[in-house]
């Protein structure tokens, strides 16, 4: 069974970047899309970021130019890296293993991590 493990949130500045990291076991990463979404307190499960197997990427329109997604198959990882964050930014983030159907809909993701918190202060 896939095993996904976020890492890297933490409290920042606005302005200020962020790296988070989802460690994926099992030995058939390299043939899954990949993506990022996160959660506010009190809000919905939002979309952020996408990879495909090929190394396609997708974005949120709230990200778009700010955050990048990319990912290593020799250490088995996908990476989200966060640029000029700002407090709307704040939120748990996951990583997602994406299975079918439309990228943004969280019910096509079949395995998820635990979530990592990130909060950025104004």
């Known amino acids: 069974q896939v095993q996904l493990v976020e890492s890297g949130g933490g409290l920042v500045q606005a302005g200020d970047s962020l790296t988070l990291s989802c460690a994926v076991s099992?030995?058939?990463?390299?043939?899954?899309?990949m993506g990022w979404f996160r959660q506010a307190p009190g809000k919905e499960r939002e979309y952020v970021a996408l990879i495909t197997s090929g190394g396609h990427e997708n974005y949120a329109e709230a990200v778009k130019g700010r955050f990048t997604i990319s990912r290593d198959s020799a250490k088995n990882r996908v990476l989200l890296q966060m640029n000029s964050l700002t407090p709307g930014d704040t939120a748990t983030y996951y990583c997602?293993?994406?299975?079918?159907?439309?990228?943004?809909?969280?019910?096509?993701?079949?395995?998820w991590g635990q979530g990592t918190q990130v909060t950025v202060s104004s």
């Open positions: 099992g030995r058939t990463f390299s043939q899954y899309s």
């Open positions: 997602a293993r994406f299975r079918s159907g439309l990228w943004a809909r969280a019910s096509n993701y079949d395995a």
